[in-house]
């Protein structure tokens, strides 16, 4: 079966939206499988193995870290963090800079849970001394949550730091890496993170529909009492399962899961900081090219995680960023809106399958998209 797939060619897509990223045709193929009941003591097998793998990627402890496998898009973790790790009568502190904190704040408004929300520009980094103040002035804060690659932006955040301060107020602190993990190295006990989390589309290269949470095995236990707020969406519950049983509490994405194993395999093959220094060198690329043509950046450089940058639209009565995204898209790059609200913008990232060639191949087109619908070049904007 495989063979015979592997002769059909599949059209490459360079993907420069954050996530679905572009994967390699191996993590593709690797879906086509012989039809396997999930409850087969061969896949349980292989989920243990990912569980292990997904700790190993932040160089977690085994004894202390563990992985909780979900299906669903990113989003379920940050949902089931929240909802699972707040003991009753205590608060969430959100620490907010971006549109994925603000995701996170609106998942504690639909749950009620008690929260306190810090809201910082979404071009600056977080103020320290008053994330420190408002767990000193309230005590009852027990878990602290922040975005580590703000994605709508790029920027990236100062979490070792807000994890030491979580900590010494005697909070738990969750993190939402989904846009950093497997991507930028991380390791889970030196940044202070008690709860990580990413799903597969994203730093893994691999198929959607697989989230997962990777954290420390104790807090988990302890959170058996914690109010239960949902029931498909709690983290002690699947956690117990996957514990007692080997397999996931439902139905789990079967084969996008194996195509999840394929890509853990083929992660290790790169290694973890070839990995980083591709995709730096393709975020390099796409400075560079956004340099020549004149675009701006919203984020100071210096604040960037390295994976996104979020553009500037220019300031020319022709630009529309529709008509440019379709004429990228049919000559197979994908180019994606912002998601600031204060300011027009488009994203470029630095995820997937991709290198900086692909980057110098996008930029051919891209231009000639801004010449075909007459954008000034380099691009201009007004006065500030
Ligand atoms: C992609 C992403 C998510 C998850 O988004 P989904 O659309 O639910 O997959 C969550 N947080 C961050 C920081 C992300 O980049």
Known sequence: MQEAMSNTSIKRNILLNPGPATTTDTVKLAQVVSDICPREKEFARMMKGM???????????????????????????????????????????????????????????????????????????????????TLRENPEIALVHTTHNETG?????????????????????????????AMRPIDIAQENIDFCMASAQKGLMAMTGLSFIVGNRALIEQSANYPKRSYYCNLYLQYHFFETTGEMHFTPPVQTIYAA????????????????????????????????????????RELQAGLVVSVRYPDDANWDFERVHDYCYERGFTIYPGKVSTQDTFRLCALGAISAADIEAFFVVFEEALRKYEIQIPVSYGQE
């Open 153 to 181: 932006t790029g920027i990236l955040n100062p979490i070792r730091e807000i994890g030491a301060l979580a900590h010494r107020y005697g909070a738990v602190f969750t993190v939402d890496t989904t846009s950093t993990y």
């Open 261 to 300: 194993r394929q890509a853990l395999d083929e992660y290790f093959a790169e290694g973890e900081q070839a990995k980083w220094q591709r995709h730096l060198s393709v975020f390099e690329a796409i400075h560079a090219g956004l340099e020549r043509l004149g675009f701006q950046d919203i984020i100071q």
């Open 51 to 133: 569980r292990e793998d997904l700790v190993r990627i932040v160089h977690g402890d085994p004894a202390v870290y563990t992985a909780v496998l979900f299906c669903g898009s990113g989003t379920i973790n940050i949902d089931i963090c929240l909802n699972s790790l707040l003991p009753e009568g205590k608060k969430v502190l959100i620490i907010n800079n971006g549109a994925y904190s603000a995701r996170a704040a609106e998942i504690c408004t639909y749950y009620n849970l008690p929260m306190i929300e810090l809201r910082f520009p979404v071009d600056s980094l977080p103020d320290l001394e008053s994330v420190e103040q």
